[in-house]
């Protein structure tokens, strides 16, 4: 399992669009937890999602894999709410200037296409490998499961390579 996650973790930060997209994600952890700023996001997840239960931005931590797992999870689900959230701040003149110079500058780098296509495929690949990795850290690990379930895992990524055009059809889409 450790070396997995090290392997994953090493084959994703040689891409600079994944390191901007976990440094945008990180940014926004950060940026959220300013009590008015966190605020203004939960309200708009209610309004938006229209939820009583709204989702906390996760930290992230490069070498946890699940950690970049629930931040992308968590982004994905939450895109809208968060877009209007940094829209609300960055036109309220009530704002400080570093809460409304942040917001405008974190709303430019989520809009971009590079970051939302980028988000979308690290989804896809957590989906791969999260539940592998997850039960490989599992306390009583059976050996042919874990081999059986590495190879499906090597198999849907390879299926994913093979079939890029139309991996990038339904990522557009």
Known sequence: SHRLNLVIAAAMSCNIQVKNAFGILQELY?????HKRHDILLTHQQRVANTNNPLQLKRVQSTRWT?????VNTVKRIFRSILSSLDEISSDPSMDVASVSGAIGLAKRLRDFK??????FLHDVLQVWGP??????????DLTIAVALL????????DMRNNA??????LLS
């Open 151 to 158: 190879s499906s895992g090597m198999k849907k990524i390879t």
């Open 132 to 141: 592998i990795i997850r039960h490989l850290q599992g306390m009583a690990v």
């Open 115 to 120: 970051f939302i296509i980028t988000i979308c």
């Open 30 to 34: 950060e940026y959220f937890c300013g």
């Open 165 to 170: 055009d139309q991996l990038w059809t339904t």
């Open 67 to 71: 950690s970049l797992a629930s931040a």
